[in-house]
């Protein structure tokens, strides 16, 4: 059996790709530029960009089952290419906002292009990551051992990438995942406590400094890339459909008052990982 890891670089595709041939599987995963992957010996890595569907053809060739990366604007084509190729199983990864009604314009149409083909599927629907750290906290860290937020004791469920990444791979692999959305959450903790264990995996104090709302969203737009991007949306002012909202009604967040959240071990039975083991396995992300 051949599968398709598409977004074979990112945290959970890698994951996933790793899973795969750890399983004995035939691994292809494309990548823009194959020569930059670094991706693990046995995996054929194809060149092959999900923005242009045409360039698929030859990449879905003998394959029977494909991790999808979420690139909506192309879903459609991407998809029909597909199942025009013979691919019998897709595993989407999508997104928690999904599950709680948030989002309907950016992963909500790839699970509808994907349900709408004659294949078999399952979208995973992982909430926060705890690898969104590594861009929102690691320069500050990197450079003063200090994190800046305005909400020190909201309380989220960041979720590990490996865990995420085990999803995919049971639906890719096993039986009883067709038709079946999988929300999937960490261990409550927070955000004063992952900076705690942030500091426990370096052997080094970090420094929480409680900031005002807009103070954290300048320096988050100072950042760059994702941190800029997303700084509105992380920090209150938007919801995710873009309407403003009060930042200062997160300062005292706590998911776990909507109910106790989803995690691996609700689809796997696997113990789900912890923040701190998170920061363990990412702890070269915020050395100096």
Same mark, same amino acid.
């Given at each position: ?31 823009? &530029? ?5 991706? +693990? ?11 242009? +569907? ?15 990366? #979420?690139?909506?604007? =192309? ?16 595993? =989407? ?6 599950? %709680?009604?948030? &989002? @309907? ?20 629907? #992982? ?60 261990? #409550? ?5 992952? %900076?705690?264990?942030?500091?426990? %995996? ?9 900031? =005002?709302?807009?103070? !954290? ?11 800029? !991007? ?14 403003? @909202? &009060? ?14 959240? +989803?995690?691996?071990? &609700? ?15 990412? %702890? ?5």
């Amino acid at each position: 059996m051949k599968v398709l890891v598409t977004g074979a670089s990112g945290g959970v595709g890698r994951g996933v790709t790793e899973g795969l041939l750890a399983a004995g599987v035939q691994v292809r995963a494309l990548a823009r &530029d194959p020569a930059r992957v670094g991706l +693990p010996v046995g995996v054929e890595v194809v060149a092959g960009d999900l923005t242009q +569907p045409a360039s698929l053809d030859a990449v879905l060739e003998g394959v029977e089952r494909m991790y999808l990366f #979420p690139v909506p604007a =192309t879903a459609r084509e991407v998809v029909a290419a597909a199942e025009r190729a013979g691919v019998r199983r897709i595993v =989407t990864l999508s997104s928690g906002a999904v599950s %709680a009604g948030y &989002d @309907t314009v950016h992963h909500l149409p790839v699970e509808q292009a994907v349900e709408a083909a004659a294949v078999e599927w399952t979208h995973v629907r #992982p909430g926060e990551f705890a690898l969104n750290k590594v861009a929102l906290w690691g320069p500050d860290i990197r450079a003063a051992r200090v994190v800046r937020h305005p909400a020190p004791e909201a309380i989220w469920c960041p979720v590990h990438e490996q865990d995420v990444a085990d999803v995919a791979v049971a639906a890719l692999l096993e039986g009883g995942h067709h038709g079946v959305a999988h929300t999937l959450n960490g261990p #409550p903790i927070s955000l004063r406590d992952q %900076a705690r264990a942030l500091a426990a %995996a370096l052997g080094q104090e970090i420094r929480f400094e409680k900031v =005002t709302p807009q103070q !954290a969203r300048q320096r988050y737009r100072e950042l760059g890339g994702f941190a800029a !991007a997303a700084a509105d949306f992380l920090l209150g002012f938007v919801d995710y459909a873009g309407n403003p @909202t &009060d930042p200062y009604a997160m300062t005292h967040f706590d998911l776990t008052a909507f109910g106790p959240q +989803p995690t691996v071990h &609700d689809i796997t039975g696997a113990t789900p990982r912890t923040f701190a083991q998170w920061a363990r396995d990412h %702890a070269a992300d915020f050395r100096y």
